[in-house]
Every structure is written in C-alpha cells, then in structure tokens.
C-alpha cells in the first residue's frame, strides 16, 4: 500500500519561504512520477509541479515559475516543494502526489497516490 505524508506547511509571512516535504512509503520514489497540488478555498484544485520519473522533466504552473521548485531525495524516498517569496495568493491547503506511469503531467486524475494534504497560509 503506498501512503504519501505531508508535512511542512504553515503561517508565513508576505515574501517568507516554507519548504514542504513529502515522505513517501509502500513504493521507491525512483519509480513514479512526483508533484504537488494545491486548493484554495472556494477554487479548483490545481498542479503547483511535477517532476517525471526520472526529474529529468519539470511542470511548473506559470504562477509559481521562478519562485518554487519541486525536488527528490531518493535516499530518503521524500520529495520537496520549496517555496519562495510566497504571497497571499498561494494561500491553500497543498497536496502531494504521485503516479506509476512516470510523466510530469498536470491531470490530477492521471496521479494514483494523494497525501492528506497540508495547509498553507501567507498573510499580508
């Protein structure tokens, strides 16, 4: 059974960084397809990145190009999403997801594996 856990979110300021990380068991992270999705109150969930199986390819939304970057640490079967220069618009509750047919896709339904999610909140 694969289980995906999130942990890393919370309060932050306008222009702070928080690092998001998901710990992942049940299945070698080298063998799937990582990202991370996001939903804000009253908004449809949507990709923030994905990296494909290898990392060799990445899907940033436009919103979030430059300032955060999706990564992997096998060793550890955990993969990241850093986040900088955060604003209020990136204020959702961040899934982590994954998927055995190894493409950075921005499909939700094409992901296998959801976290429970974390929350994020960036004031002002």
């Known amino acids: 059974q694969v289980q995906l856990v999130e942990s890393g979110g919370g309060l932050v300021q306008a222009g702070g960084s928080l690092r998001l990380v998901c710990t992942v068991s049940?299945?070698?992270?080298?063998?799937?397809?990582w990202g991370w999705f996001r939903q804000a109150p009253g908004k449809e969930r949507e990709l923030v990145a994905a990296?494909?199986?290898?990392?060799?390819?990445?899907n940033y939304a436009d919103s979030v190009k430059g300032r955060f970057t999706i990564s992997r640490d096998n060793a550890k079967n955990q993969f990241y999403l850093q986040m900088n220069g955060l604003n209020p618009e990136d204020t959702a509750w961040y899934f982590c997801?994954?998927?055995?047919?190894?493409?950075?896709?921005?499909?939700?339904?094409?992901?296998?594996?959801w976290g429970q999610g974390t929350q994020v909140t960036v004031s002002s």
């Open positions: 049940g299945r070698t992270i080298s063998s799937n397809a």
């Open positions: 997801t994954g998927s055995p047919q190894g493409v950075a896709t921005n499909y939700g339904p094409y992901y296998s594996y």
């Open positions: 990296m494909s199986r290898n990392s060799s390819v990445t």
